[in-house]
């Protein structure tokens, strides 16, 4: 029952959107005159029959001369010309599209439903026709006008329907996302892997490799300093690129470092708070590669808390979880010269829980304590509060998961304030000598190769992101996760975290997540991630994502899920 009021709330949604776009409204308008022109028919061929002639169309139809003959042949030439719209219906089809602008709008377009959509079409047609044919020779023994009145009604309710099939493929509905770019048309849906780039950012890396394999090294490094030619992609200099990077994180620009990756970001981090040793206090929620660079900095002794198993099971929230590591700090022992570090995710990457790390903050009593938090999961997917940035030391986050540019890019962010050192000073410590990865950083420095493609495609997105905002992308994301969630427990085909959403994370356990995976993206194209040892998949949701993306996902899952044996749906 779940499964039909799902399809149904899709169909009606959709239906809901038809009327508001251009080619929706010609196509209600040509189905109302295609219906008008039924009715008139019908209305011709009841006239024309002695038996089905009653008070009810003599007085509609009385003040026009009809015979029997001129009857036939109008149901006739209705017939054949609703017959034709059907067999021109890919073509109908083709000219709608190319005649709506496809830069803000987006396309309900399956191939394979467009052809279950035209068979429709033909049966509806041929009902028709054959009800029409047939009534001349039927006995009547009931009463003309009834028989009229259920005559009446089919032939209402024939067009009606035909005007839906027929507005399926043409139905362009509006694009209920936040950005203005162009994105691939199948949506993907593992952005916290690795992001999909809009179409405008990958034009500005092609402008980008044709401007360099033309112009000398020199020139071209001048030009990503300063603008130069590269200013027709909106590459305005490195400088202002960090400085847009600030501005959509709302932090200042010297406060930026960037880096190979986001673990390349936290190392540096651990390596600079860790020197002269700590004992580093971390879950094992973190990325596999963050524990890994716990384990193996310098002078760090790793302190895990575990937390995992329950925060799967919904006995731990996001205020848990700080609790449970404000207790742990708490249990330390005061060393004289020995620090504490605490790296924490603020966006679990599997499980999507959200981790109240103010609230930690406000718990620990402790001046001997470092926070580098990492946001990866979290800086594009939700909001990072002000008040948190001001109060912890370093916060690293992705430049190619929800920024959406292209792999790999890292940036962290260093709190002046609280370490004390001068920016350029924490900057150069921390980038090593890697060109390209500070505000206002000497041309001297820096001797390394690196990808600039990152940097291009990630200034080109920033354009996009900064415009939609943090808060409204966070408010976006939340909502589609959230009405995912309902429909998959309507569905009742798989289990999910009991946790509090915010952001676009939603795991699924389902068994054997790799082949489920596998058969989504034969089906659909739509790709999402394995994860927790294939016990379980993970959706991202992103402000580029629509609704009706979501309805195509939550039923094309539930499909795949039904399909399976029954003792793997859940109540």
């Known amino acids: 029952m779940a499964y039909a009021t799902l399809k149904l709330r899709k169909w009606l949604n959709d239906l809901r959107r038809m009327a508001v776009t251009p080619a929706g409204a010609r196509t209600i308008a040509v189905g109302a005159t295609?219906?008008?022109?039924?009715?008139?028919?019908?209305?011709?061929?009841?006239?024309?029959?002695?038996?089905?002639?009653?008070?009810?169309?003599?007085?509609?139809?009385?003040?026009?001369?009809?015979?029997?003959?001129?009857?036939?042949?109008?149901?006739?030439?209705?017939?054949?010309?609703?017959?034709?719209?059907?067999?021109?219906?890919?073509?109908?089809?083709?000219?709608?599209?190319?005649?709506?602008?496809?830069?803000?709008?987006?396309?309900?377009?399956?191939?394979?439903?467009?052809?279950l959509r035209w068979c429709s079409r033909v049966a509806i047609t041929l009902a028709a026709a054959l009800f029409v044919l047939t009534l001349p020779f039927l006995n009547i023994t009931v009463r003309p006008l009834f028989l009229t009145l259920f005559y009446l009604a089919f032939m209402l309710a024939t067009p009606a329907m035909y005007m839906f099939s027929i507005a399926w493929p043409h139905c362009r509905i509006p694009r209920t996302t936040l950005s203005q770019f162009k994105f691939p048309r199948t949506p993907a849906f593992n952005i916290a892997t690795i992001g999909a780039t809009a179409l405008e950012a990958r034009l500005a890396k092609e402008i980008y490799h044709g401007r360099a394999a033309d112009v000398v090294t020199p020139h071209l490094a001048r030009e990503l300093r300063e603008g130069g030619d590269l200013r027709s992609i909106g590459w305005n200099g490195f400088d202002a690129f960090i400085e847009r990077l600030a501005e959509f994180v709302n932090i200042s620009a010297d406060s930026i470092s960037l880096h190979h990756n986001t673990t390349a970001a936290i190392t540096a981090a651990l390596a600079y708070s860790a020197a002269g040793g700590a004992r580093i206090v971390y879950t094992d929620l973190e990325f596999p590669s963050v524990i890994d660079a716990v384990l193996a900095t310098p002078g760090?002794?790793?302190?895990?808390?575990?937390?995992?198993?329950?925060?799967?099971?919904g006995e731990l929230n996001g205020l848990g979880v700080a609790r449970l590591v404000a207790q742990r700090i708490a249990g330390m022992s005061h060393k004289r010269g020995s620090k504490i570090v605490i790296c924490l995710s603020h966006v679990a990457y599997e499980l999507g829980l959200y981790i109240e790390i103010e609230e930690l903050l406000n718990l620990i009593e402790r001046d001997d304590v470092i926070v580098i938090v990492d946001g990866a999961?979290?800086?594009?997917?939700?909001?990072?509060?002000?008040?948190?940035?001001?109060?912890?030391?370093?916060?690293?986050?992705?430049?190619?998961?929800?920024?959406?540019?292209?792999?790999?890019?890292?940036?962290?962010?260093?709190?002046?304030?609280?370490?004390?050192?001068?920016?350029?000073?924490?900057?150069?410590?921390?980038?090593?000598?890697?060109?390209?990865?500070?505000?206002?950083q000497p041309a001297s420095l820096g001797g390394q190769t690196i990808d600039i493609d990152p940097y291009i495609t990630l200034n080109t997105m920033l354009r996009d992101l900064i415009v939609a905002t943090a808060p409204a992308i966070d408010k976006h994301n939340t909502a589609l996760a959230k009405q995912f969630r309902r429909w998959i427990i309507?569905?009742?085909?798989?289990?999910?975290?009991?946790?509090?959403?915010?952001?676009?994370?939603?795991?699924?356990?389902?068994?054997?997540?790799?082949?489920?995976?596998?058969?989504?993206?034969?089906?659909?194209?739509?790709?999402?991630?394995?994860?927790?040892?294939?016990?379980?998949?993970?959706?991202?949701?992103?402000?580029?994502?629509?609704?009706?993306?979501?309805h195509r996902l939550a039923y094309e899952l539930g499909r795949i899920l039904y399909s399976r044996p029954t003792v793997e749906r859940f109540t």
């Open 300 to 313: 760090g002794d790793p302190m895990p808390v575990t937390c995992a198993a329950r925060a799967w099971s």
């Open 490 to 550: 309507e569905l009742g085909v798989a289990q999910l975290p009991r946790i509090t959403q915010r952001g676009g994370i939603v795991p699924v356990i389902v068994r054997d997540a790799a082949t489920v995976a596998e058969r989504l993206y034969e089906r659909t194209g739509f790709s999402a991630q394995p994860i927790r040892d294939d016990a379980a998949l993970r959706f991202c949701f992103h402000y580029n994502v629509g609704e009706w993306a979501v």
């Open 34 to 115: 295609l219906t008008l022109a039924i009715i008139c028919t019908s209305f011709c061929i009841a006239r024309g029959i002695p038996d089905l002639t009653t008070p009810l169309t003599r007085e509609i139809s009385g003040r026009f001369v009809w015979n029997y003959w001129a009857s036939q042949w109008a149901g006739a030439v209705g017939l054949i010309a609703l017959l034709s719209l059907i067999a021109f219906s890919p073509l109908v089809d083709r000219l709608m599209e190319l005649r709506v602008a496809p830069a803000a709008l987006d396309v309900v377009d399956f191939d394979r439903e467009r052809v």
């Open 377 to 440: 999961q979290a800086v594009g997917n939700v909001v990072v509060p002000d008040a948190l940035l001001a109060r912890v030391h370093f916060y690293a986050f992705s430049g190619h998961k929800w920024l959406l540019g292209d792999p790999t890019l890292g940036c962290l962010y260093a709190n002046h304030s609280i370490i004390g050192v001068t920016p350029v000073d924490m900057s150069a410590a921390l980038v090593a000598g890697r060109p390209y990865s500070f505000w206002k």
